[in-house]
């Protein structure tokens, strides 16, 4: 966070949201709002749940009661199969694109290993990165992908 990346919340236990009832929803993401307070002196704003498994009615009561906005990716590095870090580096400079989100997961040996190769062959295609809430302030065509109504698993 002090180096400028931006914090969001994850859920406490990774539970499947949409499998759960909203006082449990609450449970989860309030225990971690807190937990990030305590750390950074700040609540975040936004959330991505677990698994990507969520639908329109619980992303519209997560930002109207949790007061966070759920936020998805575009692009999966499919990282969490544990493929080797060059072939996460080749399969993303093929299918990303320009306002993509790039789902990665620092759990794993690979992707941490991926990472700064990753970056700088972005870079090297003409890529920038910014956080969220950057995208979200300087794009209004991104901000139409954040509809809470839209572009939602479900």
């Given amino acids: 966070y002090n180096e400028g990346h931006e914090i969001a ?3 406490f236990n ?28 700040q609540y975040p704003k936004y959330m991505r749940p677990p698994y990507g498994n969520t639908n329109n009615k619980l992303n519209e009561h997560i ?11 575009s692009y999966d590095t499919l ?4 493929p080797k ?9 093929k299918h990303i694109k320009p306002g993509d989100v790039i789902l990665c997961h620092d ?13 700088d062959a972005l870079r090297n295609n003409g890529y920038s990165f910014m956080k969220l809430s950057d995208m979200i302030n ?5 901000v139409k992908q954040f509809n ?7």
């Avoid at 930002?63 to 990716?73: A, G, R, S, T």
């Avoid at 990282?79 to 544990?82: A, C, E, S, V």
């Avoid at 809470?148 to 479900?154: M, V, W, Y």
């Fill in 63 to 73: 930002y109207m009661n949790e007061k966070l906005i759920p936020v998805l990716w």
């Fill in 107 to 119: 759990i794993h040996p690979t992707t941490i290993d991926a990472i700064p190769g990753l970056i």
């Fill in 138 to 142: 300087e794009s209004p065509e991104y």
């Fill in 9 to 11: 919340n994850h859920a």
């Fill in 148 to 154: 809470i109504k839209t572009n939602l698993r479900g």
């Fill in 14 to 41: 990774h539970p499947v949201l949409a499998h759960i009832d909203y006082n449990s929803v609450h449970e989860q993401l309030n225990i971690t709002s807190n937990n990030i307070y305590n750390a950074i002196q």
């Fill in 79 to 82: 990282d969490w199969k544990r």
């Fill in 85 to 93: 870090p060059e072939d996460i580096i080749k399969r993303t400079l």
